[in-house]
């Protein structure tokens, strides 16, 4: 099945630790994206990347950290520094957004504070 | 400059009645507009887009309207089902530039 997966679907952190979340595509898209939702505000866009060991930062990239090493694999490190990190958190990716390709999104991990 | 507003924040239609989301942007380098649908515990899906280049795209039940001059698109669920129960969000981008900018999200209950 082809898809993107997201890993844990339930995350919770303690005040001062760092977490990451998994993500994982066998589209063989070159865009990957992580978004964060919290409700009424819609999706926004937390880091971007377009090609293997290259991302920019999006709207809100402030206490979180990306790495793309691979062109399957986008993780996203929820830093301490991060001092609202409840949420939940979407990867997505893509052809190329570019051309209008579409996204398709995994199902989502749901991070919440202890 | 680069937001879309997106209205109503939650919508409750009677089954078989017809679903309207509005969106509205000031970017007039925007040049695709998507609408995508996700499903409580789900990832956002792509449900239906349109370029300004016309103003009306319909697939099934769903209908985009598009008007440029007013800068605003709207989404139109005919004869609504409670399988349409979902949030819905608004979307634009200038295409060459590798973001989406998505609206706050409609969150809809079709009533049995």
């Known amino acids: 099945d082809g898809g993107i997966t997201q890993s844990p679907k339930y995350l919770f952190r303690k005040e001062g630790q760092n977490v990451t979340l998994s993500c994982e595509q066998n589209?063989?898209?070159?865009?990957m994206y992580w978004y964060r939702q919290d409700p009424g505000q819609g999706l926004r866009l937390i880091y971007y990347?377009?090609?293997?060991?290259?991302?920019q930062k999006g709207d809100i990239a402030e206490g979180y950290s990306v790495s793309r090493e691979k062109k399957e694999s986008f993780p996203l490190t929820v830093t301490s520094a991060q001092k609202n990190p409840t949420a939940f958190y979407l990867c997505?990716?893509?052809?190329?957004?570019?051309?209008?390709?579409?996204?398709?999104f995994g199902s989502g991990t749901q991070l919440s504070v202890l | 400059q680069q937001q879309v507003k997106q209205s109503p924040q939650s919508l409750i239609v009677q089954k078989g009645g017809i679903s309207i989301i509005n969106c509205a942007y000031e970017?007039?380098?925007?040049?695709?507009f998507p609408w995508y649908q996700q499903f409580p515990g789900k990832g956002p899906a792509l449900l239906i887009a349109i370029r300004p280049d016309v103003s009306e795209k319909k697939e099934g039940r769903f209908t985009i309207s598009f008007n440029k001059s007013a800068k605003q698109f709207s989404l139109h669920i005919m004869d609504s089902q409670p399988g349409d129960s979902a949030t819905y969000f608004c979307?634009?981008?200038?295409?060459?530039?590798?973001?989406?900018?998505f609206g706050t999200g409609t969150r809809l209950l079709v009533s049995p």
């Open positions: 589209l063989n898209h070159d865009a």
């Open positions: 979307a634009a981008q200038n295409t060459g530039f590798q973001k989406l900018v």
């Open positions: 990347s377009q090609i293997v060991n290259d991302f």
């Open positions: 970017n007039t380098a925007f040049d695709y």
């Open positions: 997505a990716s893509s052809g190329q957004l570019a051309t209008n390709e579409k996204l398709f």
